[in-house]
DNA sequence: CCATTATATCATTGAGTGCTGATATAATGA
DNA sequence: TCATTATATCAGCACTCAATGATATAATGG
């Protein structure tokens, strides 16, 4: 049972690491950094659609990244930890350093090729 | 040009984020968190397969997240840098509070259906 | 040189999942 | 109540990508 628990951590942990993992989720929780923001100014942010946008945030709530509190008839959302922006600062100095090597991983690429000449 | 640059930022920044982001990558990064294995002792602790990790390693790499060293037939891999450490510890930390969200974010669940009763 | 060991590469397959468009729900105001 | 605004949900499609099995490469020992 204690194994199975270790299991069940890592896939939690690539689970939360998931919420990050995208463009759109990451836009959003960028945009949240700031200040809290309901759909539509979400919408604006990050020009994205807004079932999109609806659909990831759904995630993002259920996996506690981010809270939601009802006004009227907009929704507002938030990052709902701090540690999350310390996640995102810690992965920005991180890739200060290692963009090099980020660029060069064009294993998963989709968009252009980004694979520089040498 | 400025613009272009954020939106490569957060490209960086969502592929950075995916290395972390698979219970496979994840446990080889686990295991090196301990200390540097080659391929084999990797097999060993992980239990995945050697082809699977040899795949996972070659991204991994190319990220920068973890460095190799040629040693006769073995091929030493350690993380590239203390931060990764870092990283992974934040999260944990993260998790030791939102665990029950994520817990319930089935959304994107492939397993078994967590989803309780109400 | 041949067998063995260690690791990397590649094609394929199947499941995961992001995006869109349509629709549902819910709140507000006229 | 009806129209409008704000957000959520859902089906379908397209693409991503993890896993596998087979094979290639490379180093070592006999």
């Known amino acids: 049972m ?3 628990s ?4 890592l896939e939690l942990k690539a689970k939360l690491f ?3 993992s995208d463009t759109s989720r990451l836009s959003i929780l960028e945009a949240l950094r700031v200040q809290p923001l ?8 990050t ?6 946008i609806s659909n990831h945030l759904g995630c993002l709530r259920d ?8 006004r009227g008839r907009f929704t507002y959302y938030r990052l709902a930890d701090d540690r999350i922006d310390s996640l995102l600062r810690l992965a920005e100095e991180l890739l200060s350093d290692v963009a090099k090597g980020v660029y060069q991983c064009t294993r998963y690429e989709t968009t252009e090729g980004v694979s520089d000449g040498e």
Chains 1, 2 share one sequence.
Do not use: D, M, P, Y
Not at 6 to 9: A, D, H
Not at 47 to 52: C, D, E, F, P, R
């Open 63 to 70: 996996c506690g990244l981010v809270a939601s509190e009802q």
């Open 47 to 52: 020009g994205l659609t807004q079932s999109n």
């Open 18 to 20: 998931r919420g990050f």
């Open 38 to 45: 309901n759909v539509g100014e979400i919408v604006t942010a």
């Open 2 to 4: 204690l194994l199975t």
């Open 6 to 9: 270790k299991k069940l951590e």
